[in-house]
């Protein structure tokens, strides 16, 4: 475990190797990485920035870049941010997956999947790709996709709560109801936020028992 002791060595090694040379861009990425984990996320884009601008591989600057710009709102930075990634590191799994989720929250559709699929390409075990992945074929209508997606995926991770609730959607938009009741139960279960509104939604669903209370 690190401790605050720990930590301030750690900075303090970190502005050292700046004063020595001010454009080290492994000490200004060290410090942007720190800035970050503290919730100081101004100075964390500047360590960035500053490390990418000192040169060097910098492609997990970008995708810290992308984070902080999800934090702040901005969609369109984040899909930037991981596209510079991705152009400096073409294998780099999660900087697809962040940019497949950027064009999923702007509705471009058709470029979400393709960085989803590809991030899965290159990872498999990026479960929150396939998730998102789900989603766009659903907001495509393509919802017997989705369902083959999520299939997949809570066979893969069958504790992952947000796997299961996007399949019960798409259950629920195909008509299987008996189905997206089993899996919006089982995102319950492990422990994610079901939309309470889609609760109620399924509730009717809910197979009756004898004495008439719902299962």
């Known amino acids: 475990m690190v401790t605050p002791k720990d930590a301030e060595t750690f900075i303090e090694e970190q502005k050292r190797l700046l004063r020595e040379n001010p454009e080290c861009s492994t000490a200004l990425y060290n410090l942007g990485v720190k800035a970050m984990e503290e919730g100081r996320l101004d100075e ?3 360590y960035f920035e500053e490390a990418i601008e000192s040169g060097g591989r910098m492609f997990e600057a970008f995708v810290n870049l992308g984070y902080i710009y999800f934090k702040w709102g901005d969609l369109e ?5 991981n596209q510079r990634a991705i152009e400096i590191e073409p294998r780099y799994a999660r900087g697809y997956a962040n940019l497949g989720f950027a064009y999923l929250q702007m509705a471009r559709t058709d470029e979400a999947i393709a960085a989803l699929e590809k991030a899965i390409e290159l ?4 479960v929150q790709a396939w998730a998102n992945l789900v989603s766009a074929y659903l907001q495509k209508g393509d919802v017997d996709k989705a369902i083959e997606i999520g299939e997949k995926l809570v066979a893969m991770a069958p504790n992952f709560g947000l796997g299961h609730n996007n399949l019960a959607c798409a259950y629920y938009m195909k008509e299987d109801y008996a189905k997206a009741v089993e899996h919006v139960d089982l995102a319950v279960k492990y422990g994610f936020p079901v939309h309470p509104e889609f609760l109620r939604e399924i509730e009717p669903y809910r197979p009756v028992r004898e ?3 719902g299962v």
Do not use: H, T
């Not at 930075?77 to 941010?81: D, G, T």
């Open 123 to 126: 990872n498999p075990q990026i």
């Open 44 to 46: 964390a884009a500047d």
């Open 211 to 213: 004495d008439g209370s």
């Open 77 to 81: 930075r984040v899909a930037l941010a």
